[in-house]
Nanobody, 119 residues
Framework: QVQLVESGGGLVQPGGSLRLSCAFSGLTLDDGGIGWFRQAPGKEREGVSCISTNDGNTYYTAPVKGRFTTSKDSAKNMVYLQMSGLKPEDTAVYYC????????????WGQGTQVTVSS
């Protein structure tokens, strides 16, 4: 029973920071790495980051490189997404998901948490 629950979203001013959390349970190595994805209204869901269990590396997509940092605390069964230098275009529902190496296509997803960047 894989389960993921996101939290930490909210309203932030441009240039501000926010930390999202993903509590996970029931995972094995077969479930792959945990990544973050986001979806803005009227747009397709896009990848944000991936902590790969395959090669041990962490990956980011171009729009967030240098601004977002993801990390995993295995002892607490938590994955975090630390966001800084937030821009209005970062506004979206943020999801964590397993199997991020394959874009989460065969993984499990959380319910999402809303991040709104606005002045």
């Amino acid at each position: 029973q894989v389960q993921l629950v996101e939290s930490g979203g909210g309203l932030v001013q441009p240039g501000g920071s926010l930390r999202l959390s993903c509590a996970f349970s029931g995972l094995t190595l077969d479930d792959g790495g945990i990544g973050w994805f986001r979806q803005a209204p009227g747009k397709e869901r896009e990848g944000v980051s991936c902590i790969s269990t395959n090669d041990g590396n962490t990956y980011y997509t171009a729009p967030v490189k240098g601004r977002f940092t993801t990390s995993k605390d295995s002892a607490k069964n938590m994955v975090y997404l630390q966001m800084s230098g937030l821009k209005p275009e970062d506004t979206a529902v943020y999801y964590c998901a397993t199997d991020c190496e394959r874009r989460g296509r065969f993984g499990s997803w959380g319910q999402g948490t809303q991040v709104t960047v606005s002045s």
